[in-house]
């Protein structure tokens, strides 16, 4: 039977993952899903924001469907204990190489986006993160005593950005691979201005688009990307980028769709393991008022049915029950506009139920 590690994790994990799982339940497919604590909740019980029991977990199971992790009560831990770590010890562990964030505007929510109708209506952009490498694993890094200019001690803190043209070829083939089944335009954005990995990043990626000579690929740096996603968001389809900049420009990229609580992902290694969950956080001060958008968390499990568990038809039938409640004008919080019905977390979930039938 198919495996599925549930990994809820911390503030809104438990409630969004929950509505997930009712969603998945009500196919006629069997899981067997295996919850794990993970980020605050795995420090909680085991001392470690990823305990080696959940960790095995992972590893084992065909899939992770993931909630999210962090509440301000770890704030304070040293960072190797933070429940952060979880995520980044998931993806380092399980390879987890390529993030596909999509931001689909759902035509139902034009008007909950922050630009203009007309700037925003049927934007659907897919940016392909990189996610193993970067200034987020590089090292050496630390915080160290340096002499300042007057000779006296001062502390320095330093990271390391690094690609190597392996990890930049492989991220790249999934992205001109997503292209070539979409729009057939890739924009790779980079900061090859200034940066040594940048250039090597650039170089890489224009060598490997000798093999999809279907595909349109053309290059932006970073600041100029921002800047384009606000001004023109419709003229992407497909972004490809490094860690860093695909982090940034991925949540600015969720906001031009209305809200971030709609916005599923999905990080996948060479296999089919993936990982799957909301592009948000844990957002502790709603936690538990039946408050949060549980829509992210049943499109990552779409998500899941279609990368790891080759499902399209499940996948396609969980879609088509979101768009089907946001049409019935049935929103949480975060998407409500005047005249439509405000609903909470449960609410939401046993809406996408009754919508699959
Ligand atoms: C994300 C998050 C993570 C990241 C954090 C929680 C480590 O912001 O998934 O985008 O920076 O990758
Ligand atoms: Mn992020």
């Known amino acids: ?31 067997d899903f295996e919850p794990a604590p993970v980020g605050g909740a795995g420090y909680a019980v085991a001392g470690h ?7 095995a977990l992972a590893q084992a199971a065909d899939a992770v469907l993931f909630g999210a992790v962090g509440d301000w009560k770890y704030d304070t831990l040293p960072r190797e204990l933070r429940p952060e770590q979880a995520i980044l010890g998931l993806r380092k562990h399980l390879q987890l190489f390529a993030n596909l964030r999509p931001a689909v505007l759902y035509a139902e929510l034009a008007s909950a986006s922050s630009l203009k109708p007309e700037i925003v209506a049927d934007l659907d952009i897919l940016i392909v993160r990189e996610l193993s490498g970067d200034i987020y694993f590089g090292q050496p890094r630390g915080i160290r005593l340096v002499l300042d200019g007057a000779f006296k001690d001062c502390r320095e803190g330093f990271d390391t950005m690094r690609y190597s043209e392996s990890e930049v070829r492989r991220i790249a083939q999934v992205a001109f691979q997503a292209a070539q089944k979409r729009s057939k335009r890739l924009t790779s954005v980079d900061k090859a201005n200034v940066l040594e990995t940048s250039q090597l990043w650039r170089e ?3 060598d490997v688009a000798r093999d999809y000579p279907d595909v349109e690929l053309s290059h932006l740096y970073v ?3 921002a800047m384009q996603l606000v001004r023109a968001p419709k003229a992407f389809d497909v972004i490809v980028t490094g860690n860093l900049f695909g982090d940034i ?8 769709t209305g809200s971030i609580g709609m916005l599923p992902s999905a990080s996948l290694s060479a296999g089919h393991k993936g990982l799957y969950e909301p592009a948000h956080g844990s957002a502790p001060d709603i936690a538990g008022q039946d408050l949060a958008n549980p829509l992210a968390t049943i499109l990552s499990a779409a998500m899941m049915l279609r990368y790891s568990l080759q499902q399209p038809q499940q996948a396609d039938r969980i879609e088509a029950a979101v768009k089907k409640v946001l049409a019935q004008g049935l929103r949480t919080a975060d998407i409500w506009t005047p005249g439509t ?3 909470g977390t449960q609410a939401m979930g046993d809406a996408v139920v009754k919508a699959l039938a």
């Not at 409630?15 to 899981?31: G, M, N, P, T």
């Open 1 to 31: 039977m198919t495996k599925i590690a549930v990994l809820a994790g911390d503030g809104i994990g438990p409630e969004i993952v929950a509505q997930a799982l009712k969603v998945l339940e009500a196919l006629d497919v069997s899981f």
């Open 49 to 55: 924001p990823l305990p080696a029991a959940t960790l």
């Open 204 to 206: 890489t990626v224009i």
């Open 223 to 225: 600041d100029n990307a």
């Open 249 to 256: 420009l991925s949540d600015q990229a969720a906001m031009l």
């Open 341 to 343: 019905h405000k609903v």
